[in-house]
């Protein structure tokens, strides 16, 4: 992940370069939910993942296995029914998650159309991730950035008002009529 700078300044007639060792080799995921119910407030569920075999072949994303797990805690913290808006992530597209989907009645899966990031509220939350924690930030090792990433995360969480905001920032609303299904 290269670091993102918002500000910078330099002398007149110069252009201030910022140096970034490495490449980017997908070490990290994040996975996250938006979770939106009317007279409550917004909820932010979210796993970051560490990638330790990333170099000898290993995955370099989330796992089916690891979004399904997800969807099972936001239902066991919300206490409640769920209706998913995925993305086109082929994770989310895999026969084996619309089966996992399926075959849960407290689930209800919608797919937004192609090339809509913004449709999605969770895209929202990682432009003011980039914005506000990580923002001329030069991670100096791998715990850095996770440790970063978490903090980004937990103080977006604990901000109701940041998540609608996402949501807010899409058009849609908790009225909004449905989506594309599956």
């Not at 994040?30 to 290993?58: F, M, N, Q, V, W």
């Not at 979004?67 to 409640?80: E, K, M, T, V």
Request: glycine letters at 8%; proline letters at 6%; a positive charge.
């Amino acid at each position: 992940m290269t670091p993102p700078t918002s500000r910078t300044w330099g002398k007149r007639g110069s252009t201030p370069v910022v140096r970034v060792r490495g490449r980017s080799q997908r070490r990290f995921s994040t996975a996250a939910l938006c979770c939106y119910r009317a007279g409550e407030r917004s909820r932010l569920i979210h796993r970051p993942k560490r990638h330790t075999d990333h170099r000898s072949g290993g995955r370099q994303s989330f796992a089916r296995t690891e979004y399904r797990d997800l969807i099972i805690a936001a239902h066991q913290q919300l206490n409640g029914p769920i209706v998913l808006v995925r993305d086109n992530l082929n994770v989310h597209k895999d026969r084996r998650m619309r089966a996992f989907v399926d075959a849960q009645d407290w689930v209800t899966a919608y797919h937004l159309p192609p090339y809509a990031p913004d449709l999605n509220p969770v895209e929202g939350i990682w432009s003011v991730l980039r914005r506000t924690t990580h923002a001329n930030a030069a991670f100096t090792d791998p715990d850095h950035l996770i440790r970063r990433l978490r903090h980004g995360l937990r103080q977006i969480q604990y901000r109701s008002g940041i998540i609608d905001g996402c949501l807010t920032g899409t058009g849609l609303t908790m009225a909004t009529p449905r989506l594309q299904g599956q």
